[in-house]
C-alpha cells in the first residue's frame, strides 16, 4: 500500500426539498460513487463547477461528513471503523483549510491562543511547548510574533488564511483538505498563499486534495487532476495529461472557460478546443449557461503573478453554515 489517502465508492445524498403537491422530499445524490487515492507529498485537485460534490466529498475524505456507503483509508487503516475517541485521536493526521477565513477562525479567541488550543485539543506539549509552537507556526506562515495577541478583526483576508493554515499545521497533520482556500482572497494574495501551501508540501510531506472551481489555479498546485460533474468523477489524470489532452467533453468545456493571460494563447485554444467537440459531446456539457457556474462562462480579468502562478478571479455563493455549505438559493 503506497497510497496515503484512499476513498472508495463514496455516496452521499442529502434530504432534498419537499415539492409541491409530494408527500416527501426526495434525497438528492451528492456524491455519487467517487472513488480515488492521494500519495503522500501529493496534491491530488478535485474540480467542477459549483454544487458538483466537491466539498462533501473534501469532508467525507476527513470524515466531517459520513458517507452514506463508500470506504475511506488512511495508511492502511479504516477510518469509517474508528469510533468517537479513536476518530478524535486520528483527526490529528487529518486537517482542513476552509475557504472563509474569516468565519473560519474563532472571533473571541486571540490568534495565537486558537492555535494554542488546537496543540492542546490533540495533546501536543505543555503549555509552555504549546507557546513556543504556536510562536513557530505564526512565524512559519509569515506572521510575526508580537501579532500572537490580536483578534482576527485585525488581520487582513490573507492573513487570516495564513493563521488557518497555521492552525491546520498545529497537530503535525500528514494531510490536509483545502476546499477552495484563496477563493475568498483577493487576487494579489492569492500565489503567494498557494506558494506557502507549495512549500509547506514540500517541507513536511503533505499530501493535500485541492478542492476548487478555479481551474486556472490547479496547474501550479496539483500533480494530478480529478473533474467532478454532478456527483461523479469525469475524468481523473496527471495535471499535465488532463489540461493537455482532457479525454472528457466535460472536461474540454470547463478548460474553453479557463481565461488565459496571452490573448495569442487564448485564440490558439478555443479554436482546438471548438475543433475537438462535437455536437454529440456537447450534449455531455452543461445544456445551458443557467446551470453552469458564471465563473466558466463570464471572460474575465486575468492577471499573471509571481513565481509563475496563473490567479483567475474568483466568485463564491455560498456562504457557511457550521461545518456544512449551503448556497443561498436552497
Ligand atoms: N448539508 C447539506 N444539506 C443539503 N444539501 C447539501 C448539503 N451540502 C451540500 N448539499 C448539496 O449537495 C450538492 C453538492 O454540494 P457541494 O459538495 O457543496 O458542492 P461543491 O463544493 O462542488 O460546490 C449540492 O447540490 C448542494 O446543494
Ligand atoms: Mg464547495
Not at 79 to 92: D, H, I, M
Request: proline share 7%; net charge negative; glycine share 8%.
Amino acid at each position: 500500500m503506497s497510497d496515503l489517502v484512499e476513498v472508495q465508492g463514496l455516496r452521499k445524498a442529502f434530504a432534498g426539498r419537499k415539492r409541491f403537491g409530494r408527500k416527501k422530499a426526495e434525497p438528492v445524490a451528492a456524491v455519487d460513487d467517487v472513488s480515488f487515492s492521494i500519495p503522500a507529498g501529493e496534491t491530488l485537485a478535485l474540480v467542477g463547477e459549483s454544487g458538483a460534490g466537491k466539498s462533501t466529498v473534501g469532508r467525507m475524505a476527513i470524515r466531517l461528513i459520513e458517507p452514506d456507503s463508500g470506504s475511506v483509508t488512511f495508511d492502511g487503516g479504516d477510518v469509517l471503523a474508528l469510533g468517537s475517541a479513536e476518530l478524535r485521536r486520528w483527526r490529528r493526521n487529518a486537517q482542513m483549510v476552509f475557504q472563509d477565513p474569516f468565519t473560519s477562525l474563532d472571533p473571541h479567541l486571540v490568534i495565537g491562543q486558537t492555535i494554542e488550543e488546537s496543540l492542546q485539543v490533540h495533546g501536543v506539549g505543555d503549555r509552555e511547548e504549546r507557546h513556543e509552537r504556536m510562536l513557530g507556526l505564526l512565524d512559519r506562515v509569515g506572521i510575526r510574533p508580537d501579532q500572537a495577541d490580536r483578534y482576527p478583526f485585525e488581520f487582513s483576508g490573507g492573513q487570516l488564511q495564513r493563521i488557518a493554515i497555521a492552525r491546520a499545521l498545529a497537530p503535525e497533520p500528514r494531510f490536509i483538505v483545502c476546499d477552495e482556500p484563496v477563493a475568498a482572497l483577493d487576487m494579489s494574495i492569492r500565489a503567494s498563499v498557494l506558494n506557502l501551501l507549495r512549500d509547506l508540501q514540500e517541507e513536511r510531506g503533505l499530501s493535500y486534495l485541492f478542492v476548487t472551481h478555479d481551474l486556472s489555479l490547479v496547474r501550479a498546485i496539483a500533480h494530478r487532476t480529478a473533474v467532478m460533474r454532478q456527483g461523479r468523477i469525469v475524468e481523473m489524470g496527471p495535471t499535465q495529461r488532463v489540461f493537455d489532452s482532457p479525454e472528457h467533453p466535460y472536461t474540454r468545456t470547463l478548460l474553453a472557460a479557463v481565461p488565459i493571460p496571452d490573448p495569442r494563447i487564448q485564440r490558439d485554444r478555443s479554436r482546438t478546443v471548438g475543433q475537438e467537440v462535437s455536437p454529440a459531446e456537447l450534449e455531455e456539457a452543461p445544456a445551458s449557461t443557467e446551470d453552469a457556474d458564471p465563473e466558466w462562462t463570464t471572460p474575465a480579468n486575468t492577471l499573471p503573478v509571481e513565481d509563475g502562478l496563473v490567479a483567475g478571479p474568483g466568485r463564491d455563493d455560498e456562504v457557511v453554515v457550521g461545518l456544512e455549505k449551503r448556497s443561498p438559493s436552497e
